[in-house]
């Protein structure tokens, strides 16, 4: 299983354009280490837009689902440090998912991603019944492809320091991410086997779609060693 834990959190963003720069050194810095630090998270991946929005996709993988409401975690967000009180401002439209892992196939992480938000339209049990057999499986076994994960939001966040900074904060229902090496393999999904269409069509609602690049990822083993 690709994803190292039963959980993830999923984070969707914009930041102010001018604030960019200093955004990533930040969360490269100084952001990443603090959280991988925290007992329970193994490995956090930035993604950047490279078609659609927004312009920033994070994913925490962590053990599981309670290190999400951990004290250790929450005491994190309820005492920033200076450094992350100022770029919490520049946040827009944060997208803030506590999930659990409910599929996970492939070896590997591709640099390259589709990200789909959705909701199920009526019967949850149809659509992951089509995924199951249809989909999930088989796509890391597509040249180009490597592996795809779906997630569900499982933890209702707790209001915090951070999020106060930065405004409240929007859910996640579910999430599907296709990873590979090739681009055009992962673009090529949104007019194959996870269309819009093809996602309507099988009980998805309020579908987002978005293709990424990773930018830098930092896993908790490098933070012991």
Known sequence: MPLLGKAAMLLTFDIEEAAIGEHDDWHTHEHFPERLSIPGFLRGTRWVSVRGSPRYAVIYEVDRLETLGSEAYLKRLNNPTP??????????????????????????????SLLIRFKPAADSAALINWL???????????????????LRG??????????????????????????????????????????????????????????YRAAYSLSAEEIDA
């Open 132 to 150: 199951d057999d249809q989909i999930l499986a088989r796509l890391p076994l597509k040249p180009g492809l490597a592996g795809v994960h779906l």
């Open 83 to 112: 450094w992350t009180s100022k770029m919490m401002t520049h946040y827009r439209g944060m997208i803030r998912g506590l999930c659990s892992v409910e599929r996970s196939y492939g070896f590997g992480t591709g640099h390259y």
């Open 154 to 211: 499982a933890l209702a966040a707790t209001m915090t320091s951070e999020q106060r900074i930065r405004g409240v904060d929007e859910n996640v229902d579910w999430a599907l991410m296709a990873t590979g090496y090739e681009p055009q393999a992962v673009a090529d999904l949104e007019s194959a086997e996870l269309s819009t269409g093809e996602l309507h069509a099988h009980g998805c609602a309020s579908v987002s779609l978005a293709s």
